[in-house]
């Protein structure tokens, strides 16, 4: 049918795939290199015959990831399946959208550069591109999930459809942001403050206009800790000027708090808050602005930007973690007696859970914060002794809350 009447119906060639996958699993070392090939031809004919409907940047990133996959058995080398990928990458970035293939694309381009085949601008470059689309994926699926989430919560039941999207989005999101750790973790040797600095400093004059240089070399410099270098204020300052933002708000806030001018910083978070429109970019944001005021120590003011961030993107669960952080570090001072302080630590592993309803991809990080808050509350022994099981205990100083004693 196909070799006769190619252009009949898209149904051969989704047929065609699943039937040529399935011998592939099955087949021999010496069938699989001709069925592989197989498959390869029918994604190209698919494209030739129903065009619109074979997105280039999904099928074509199927067959480089279907040859890494299979390297040993088709001879393929790291540069010719990285040209492959990038290819794709620069045809069609907008479909080019599986984890397992971005991560691919990104391992391979580290490779790339430990060979002396790409310099370290570009792989920054990559490693920038491939990021900021494992981004745009991520709020794809979030609001996606917010929209379902939101219905469940008010107390609706969700049809079959809408179950199954929410797995989906959950699945997505839960890859998605494992490839995002893998990839940072594979550019972490890559881009040090003493790689960072010598090479934005010679590229400065030539990107000094453009907008996304600057904020790529702003956001690397600043989440790589290299901001005490002057060059991190010059990028900032100019970055400012060229495309003046809440991004860059922020990132201004940061050298006002470094110079000691906090009060002027704060004025910047605030304006950078109420200059986002976005529901999604502010949650982000209140996000971003809730951590620099938690490390200032400004705990009450850093809780309200988290639950912000709750509320605009009800999918994220770091911000629990961050509150349940700050109940942690304030248990010390927030009690009248050593009991009443330590039982700060039961309201911090009762927010640490909800990050992973929340956002189920925060499971272990979850388990571990939990694990460590329990092991330092009040035990058994001392609820008895104390007589306190099943009782409220009434939380002051900046948590005003309250928790309720486990019962023996």
Not at 5 to 29: F, M, N, Q, R
Not at 45 to 72: I, M, V, W
Not at 177 to 190: C, F, G, H, T, W
């Amino acid at each position: 049918m196909k070799t006769n009447c190619p252009d009949l119906s898209l149904a051969i060639y989704a047929d065609g795939e699943k039937i040529l996958k399935h011998k592939i699993k099955a087949s021999t070392v010496e069938e699989k290199k001709t069925l592989i090939e197989d498959l390869i031809a029918l994604w190209k004919d698919r494209d030739q015959y129903f065009a619109n409907k074979t997105p280039k940047g999904e099928y074509l990133a199927k067959s480089c990831q279907l040859q890494y996959d299979h390297k040993g058995e088709l001879g393929k080398s790291k540069e010719e399946l990285y040209k492959c990928f990038d290819k794709v990458f620069k045809t069609d970035k907008t479909t080019f959208t599986h984890p397992k293939s971005l991560y691919s694309y990104f391992s391979l381009s580290v490779h790339m550069y430990e060979e002396g085949k790409k310099p370290a601008a570009e792989l920054f470059n990559t490693y920038d591109e491939v990021s900021e689309k494992i981004e745009v994926e991520i709020q794809n699926y979030s609001e996606k999930l917010n929209e379902i989430l939101s219905k469940q919560e008010s107390g609706k039941t969700l049809n079959r459809k809408e179950v199954k999207a929410k797995d989906v989005c959950e699945s997505y999101l839960k890859n998605y942001k494992l490839i995002q750790q893998n990839i940072e973790a594979l550019s972490v040797s890559k881009s040090t403050c003493n790689i960072l600095i010598p090479l934005y400093s010679k590229s400065f004059e030539t990107h000094q206009n453009d907008s996304i240089w600057l904020k790529r070399s702003v956001n690397r410099m600043y989440h790589k800790e290299c901001t005490e270098d002057v060059l991190y204020e010059q990028l900032v300052k100019q970055y400012d000027k060229v495309s003046p933002s809440a991004d860059t708000k922020i990132f201004v806030a940061t050298i006002l708090f470094k110079k000691g001018k906090d009060a002027e910083a704060y004025k910047y978070l605030k304006e950078a808050y109420e200059l986002e429109k976005d529901a999604y970019e502010k949650s982000n944001l209140a996000y971003r602005i809730g951590v620099i005021l938690k490390k200032k120590g400004q705990y009450s003011q850093a809780r309200t930007y988290f639950l912000n961030a709750l509320k605009l993107n009800p999918s994220n669960g770091k911000p629990h973690l961050a509150i349940a952080d700050m109940y942690d570090d304030s248990a010390k001072n927030c009690g009248k007696d050593n009991f009443y302080k330590r039982a700060v630590y039961w309201l911090a592993a009762k927010e640490a859970k909800k990050a992973s309803v929340k956002d189920p991809t925060l499971q272990k990080r979850v388990n571990q914060s939990v694990d460590y808050y329990e092991a330092k509350a009040p035990t058994r022994k001392e609820i008895f002794q104390m007589d306190m099981s099943g009782k409220r205990i009434d939380i002051g100083c900046w948590i005003q809350s309250y928790i309720i004693v486990p019962k023996l």
